[in-house]
Every structure is written in structure tokens, then in C-alpha cells.
């Protein structure tokens, strides 16, 4: 997922994050405003994990959501076309 589209998706994302780690709160996830350097400090201040460690877990996480948003191989904004897409058709018929 890429960076822009990370920030875009961060309210959407901070379930998922909370989820992984815990100690994590909505503010904290907020205040990094989607900026993966702040998130990984995050990251390894409240886990308690080194700054490698706390990356390398981010990055597969990361990996991990990317995976999930875009599970049929379409991006998010492509199932929202593709959806919106087939109102017209029905509304056109």
C-alpha cells in the first residue's frame, strides 16, 4: 500500500493496528497522521520493541492490510468504480 494511500486510510487502519498491538490507542494512531516513521516510533516506544524489530513488523502488517484492501487484485478505488459503475448501468436500464 502506498504511502499516500496509507494516510488516506489511517482511520480505517487504526482497527486493524489496535488489534495487532494493543497498547495502541485511536489518538496515538491519529497524532501520526498516517506517516509510517511516526507509526513505527509508536510502534516501538509503546510495545517496547527495537526500532529494527518495531519496522520489520510494521513492513508485514503492512503487507498484511495491502493484502486485505486489495484481496481480488483491484485497488479500493477500482471496487468503488466498479460499483458505482453498475448503479449507472442500473439506473441507465
Given amino acids: 500500500m502506498n504511502k499516500d494511500i496509507f494516510q488516506g486510510k489511517i482511520k480505517e487502519i487504526s482497527g486493524e493496528l489496535r488489534k495487532k498491538w494493543g497498547a495502541l ?5 491519529q497524532k501520526t497522521k ?8 509508536l510502534v516501538q ?3 517496547g520493541l527495537s ?3 518495531a519496522s ?3 513492513s ?3 503487507t498484511d492490510i495491502d493484502k486485505k484492501f486489495t484481496s481480488t487484485g483491484e485497488s ?3 471496487k468503488v468504480n466498479s460499483k458505482i459503475d453498475a448503479i449507472k448501468n442500473k ?3
Fill in 25 to 29: 490507542t485511536d489518538d496515538d494512531i
Fill in 34 to 41: 498516517g506517516n509510517m516513521e511516526a507509526l513505527s516510533g
Fill in 45 to 47: 516506544q509503546k510495545i
Fill in 51 to 53: 526500532k529494527e524489530e
Fill in 56 to 58: 520489520k513488523q510494521l
Fill in 60 to 62: 508485514e502488517f503492512m
Fill in 76 to 78: 479500493a478505488s477500482d
Fill in 91 to 93: 439506473l441507465s436500464h
